[in-house]
């Protein structure tokens, strides 16, 4: 009999290596806690336990399973609240109240509950892995598209009736040789450290469209893409994060609360099941999945849970869907992959973290991407990934954030100083970057303005003018400047405060869009550019820096979408006017 010989927090050690194999999932103890086998020697197999440990001993039993960690894949899983190994939140609770007892064993889709299946296949057909053989409606956003796992290929020999059917009936059996028939029924497994296989990768094309005026304007993101937020306490990366959830324009949002504190789980709870999407005036909740692991949950289902969030993750995309996944925080992911390497007295690299931090995070970004999916109908999907990291002190010289940096395309990197300033988003427009800006022009420029471009790159040339004479007003004073100098100051103070600032907790500047977006950019290049040709023919700089215009275009952001057109009009008419009349007021010679 296998049991336990030794036990070290969430590690488990026994005397047995015939009956394990690598990355098998086991039950530990009698109350028979989930576990993976993480190691094979000739003397020993090491396990690491996704549940509390403590009243486990050594001589209690361990099985195998004989199968890999997997997350359970079918309709239901939309709208549903997991804990790291996807284990349903909300029916465990009812089952054993706010704590989580150990050992319970909860399947991961409610089995009871009936959905109403459409089978899209014939007796006779030829399936292979990937395509669709029934679909049916899982909330009213989403249809859940039912398929063939992938490397299964056979003969349908019987299908199911249209009607209403639980996780676990069977829709259909295929023939695959003489001897072999395989039901499918609304449910399949996939193990969660394995990527998916999809058919081939695309390269990168559309903007993940999010409403925030510094991303999409300043520092896009693509759709199949990666980003990280990197940022010190209380800068705003949770928030941001929130944000991206609520706005960006992927039919499903995956958010992995990866250690976070309990308090701010229960936001995200409250705040997704509150708020109405804005493109279906449905909950937030219908196209979204939460896992939460807050940081008083077992150290090991942290480290999984960021494997369980993309497996479903990629599941929905290879229904030709575009997932966005949002992991906060990947720091939280990576101090648990220290303490289980410690545990397991490994040679320690920087700082602590494994050796192997690098490559685990690279393994974690490297399954975004745009894809054609399995299947014969060639579906598109995209699985865009957002990881917030939350360096100790806010100094992205540690391990986690340089690794990240390294392997990530967009950087948002929140700045401590424009939080404290209360400049929020914080993110500093200077030091981050996306490599995505190029290849992202052409969409922008034919699909929302030809000089979209253009006017983005002149808001970035003027603020990084502001950073050079910022520097010399600090030698010798404001006086010193020139005038053209003083104006282009003022211009870069109306982008960053009429443009880049926007509230998340106002009703209409928490979502900008596009056009509207480019109609600020406008604003604030109109002035600076007619201040400048003013200033030419003689207008006195505190004249063009008082005019009382600049108010309204500060308050233009808050402007309801509806009155946005008149009232961009009416703001450009009345800077003409003021303008004329500076230069009526010029200075004398
Ligand atoms: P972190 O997760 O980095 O510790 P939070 O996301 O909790 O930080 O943000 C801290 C505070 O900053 C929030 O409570 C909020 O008051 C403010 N904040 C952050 N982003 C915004 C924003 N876009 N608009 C308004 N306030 C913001």
């Not at 949950?297 to 849970?305: C, D, G, L, Q, Y």
């Not at 010289?397 to 914080?426: C, M």
Request: proline share 5%; aromatic share 8%.
């Amino acid at each position: 009999m296998n049991c336990i010989y030794a036990i070290n927090g969430p590690v488990v050690k026994v005397r047995d290596t015939k009956s394990f194999s690598m990355r098998e999932m086991v039950m530990v103890g009698k109350s028979k806690l989930i576990g993976e086998v993480i190691g094979v020697t000739d003397e020993m197999t090491t396990i690491q336990v996704y549940e509390g440990t403590a009243g486990l001993m050594p001589g209690d039993p361990v099985e195998p399973t004989g199968t890999p960690m997997s997350a359970t894949l079918g309709p239901g899983i939309i709208s549903n609240i997991y804990d790291g190994i996807q284990r349903p939140l909300k029916a465990m609770t009812a089952l054993s109240g706010v704590y989580v007892t150990e050992g319970s064993a909860i399947a991961a889709l409610d089995e009871e509950r009936e959905f109403d299946v459409t089978v899209t296949v014939k007796v006779g057909d030829k399936l292979h892995g990937g395509d669709i053989y029934a679909q049916c409606p899982e909330t009213p956003l989403i249809t859940h598209r039912c398929m063939v796992p992938p490397y299964t290929e056979g003969t349908v020999e019987y299908v199911a009736p249209d009607g209403k059917y639980k996780v676990n009936d069977v829709i259909v059996k295929l023939r695959i040789d003489e001897e072999t028939v395989q039901e499918l029924t609304l449910v399949q497994k996939w193990p969660i450290r394995t990527p998916r296989p999809i058919n081939k990768r695309l390269p990168i094309s559309k903007p993940l469209i999010t409403g925030q005026r510094i991303v999409d304007t300043v520092l896009p993101l693509a759709k199949g893409g990666t980003a990280a937020i990197p940022g010190g306490f209380g800068t705003g990366k949770t928030m941001t994060q929130h944000q991206l959830a609520k706005w960006c324009d992927a039919d499903i949002i995956v958010y992995i609360g990866c250690g976070e504190r309990g308090n701010e789980m229960t936001q995200v709870l409250e705040e997704f099941s509150e708020l109405i999407d804005p493109k279906s005036n449905r909950p937030l909740t219908d196209r979204t999945v939460l896992i939460a692991n807050t940081s008083n949950m077992p150290v090991a289902a942290r480290e999984a849970s960021i494997y369980t969030g993309i497996t479903l993750a990629e599941y929905y995309r290879d229904m030709g869907y575009h997932i966005a996944i949002m992991a906060d925080s990947t720091s939280r992911w990576a101090e648990a992959l220290r303490e289980m390497s410690g545990r397991l007295e490994e040679m320690p690299g920087e700082e602590g973290y494994p050796a192997y931090l690098g490559s685990r995070l690279a393994q974690f970004y490297e399954r975004a991407g745009r894809v054609i999916t399995l299947g014969s109908d060639s579906r598109e999907g995209a699985l865009s990934v957002i990881g917030a990291v939350s360096p100790p002190g806010g100094d992205i010289s540690e391990p986690v954030s340089q690794a990240t940096l390294r392997i990530v395309k967009v950087f948002w990197g929140l700045d401590a100083n424009l939080a404290y300033k209360r400049h929020f988003p914080a993110v500093n427009w200077l030091t981050s970057y996306s490599l995505y800006v190029d290849t992202m022009a052409n969409w922008f420029n034919t699909n929302v303005a030809e000089d979209w471009m253009d006017l983005r790159a002149r808001l970035m040339r003027i603020l990084q003018d502001e950073a050079e004479l910022e520097e010399i007003v600090k030698l010798v004073g404001m006086d010193a400047l020139s005038a053209p100098d003083r104006l282009k100051l003022e211009a870069a103070r109306s982008i960053r405060e009429d443009f880049l600032h926007q509230n998340a907790f106002h009703e209409t500047d928490t979502y900008t869009s596009l056009e509207k977006q480019h109609d600020m950019m406008l604003l604030v290049v109109h002035f600076y550019d007619q201040c400048v040709a003013a200033l030419d023919k003689g207008a006195k700089v505190d004249d063009l820096i008082a005019l009382p215009v600049r108010e309204k275009i500060g308050r233009f952001k808050y402007t309801a979408n509806d009155r946005v057109s008149a009232e961009y009009d009416a703001i450009c008419a009345e800077l003409s006017q003021q303008i004329d009349k500076a230069i009526e007021n010029k200075e004398d010679f």
